[in-house]
């Protein structure tokens, strides 16, 4: 049970409550816009999507439709899709950086032989 009740947690602790407030940044934006671009439309969708899914998820957990190896499968694969948010920016920004620099070296080399 230790699973399913750390699955719970997380789901109604954590992840539908930031669904939630990231709805509510998006409610905020086309209120202060106006109107929705079709970018925030289809986050928007998206969104109430993922929080309903956990809501599912979770009435899952409660009438015992998912048991505790399934629990830990779930639990395990949210909290490394969580943890990983903030790590994707980083690693593009870093790889294509070190490309560049490498490149831009080379033709600045070229440039100054032909300058003599």
Same mark, same amino acid.
């Given at each position: ?54 809501? @599912?998820?979770?009435? &899952?957990?409660?009438?015992? +439709?998912?048991? !505790?190896? /399934?629990? $830990?499968?779930? %639990?395990? *694969? ?6 990983? @948010?903030?790590?994707? &920016?980083?690693?593009?920004? +870093?790889?294509? !950086?070190? /490309?560049? $620099?490498?490149? %831009?070296? *080379? ?10």
């Amino acid at each position: 049970m230790a699973y399913i009740t750390q699955l719970k947690h997380l789901i109604q602790n954590e992840l539908i409550p930031d669904v939630e407030e990231h709805i509510d940044d998006i409610f905020e934006s086309i209120a202060s816009q106006k109107d929705a671009t079709v970018e925030e439309r289809a986050q928007l969708e998206d969104m109430q999507a993922l929080r309903d899914e956990y809501k @599912e998820l979770l009435t &899952e957990l409660n009438s015992g +439709d998912i048991d !505790e190896e /399934e629990a $830990e499968q779930l %639990y395990t *694969e949210l909290t490394s899709m969580r943890e990983g @948010e903030g790590d994707e &920016e980083d690693d593009l920004y +870093d790889d294509e !950086e070190d /490309e560049d $620099e490498d490149d %831009y070296d *080379e033709f600045d080399l070229e440039d100054e032989d032909n300058q003599y």
